[in-house]
């Protein structure tokens, strides 16, 4: 599963799902699931996820990927 803290920053920057939503294109229903840790998102979505909060991706999500790699 992949971690985050997509809901620490939407309580930080007093985001909304419905204006998440409208920022990123992200259903409502998928940005809960995703801040709520029940699904894992692809690429695209924590891309659009993180343009939208005005974030780096590694910013949002933990990318364990990348520490592995290095």
Same mark, same amino acid.
Request: some cysteine; aromatic content about 8%; charged content about 25%.
């Given at each position: 599963?992949?971690?985050? !803290? #997509? +809901?620490?920053?939407?309580?930080?920057? !007093? *985001? &909304?799902? =419905?204006? #998440?939503?409208? +920022? %990123?294109?992200? %259903?409502?229903? &998928?940005? $809960?699931? *995703? @801040?709520?840790?029940? *699904?894992? %998102? =692809?690429? %695209? &979505?924590?891309? @659009?996820? @993180?343009? @939208? #909060?005005?974030?780096? /991706?590694?910013? /949002?999500? $933990?990318?364990?990927?990348?520490?592995? !790699? *290095?």
């Amino acid at each position: 599963m992949c971690r985050n !803290n #997509l +809901l620490k920053i939407m309580k930080e920057k !007093n *985001i &909304t799902y =419905r204006k #998440l939503h409208a +920022l %990123s294109g992200i %259903s409502i229903s &998928t940005l $809960y699931h *995703i @801040a709520n840790q029940e *699904i894992d %998102s =692809r690429q %695209s &979505t924590m891309i @659009a996820i @993180a343009k @939208a #909060l005005e974030m780096d /991706v590694e910013d /949002v999500f $933990y990318l364990d990927w990348k520490k592995n !790699n *290095i």
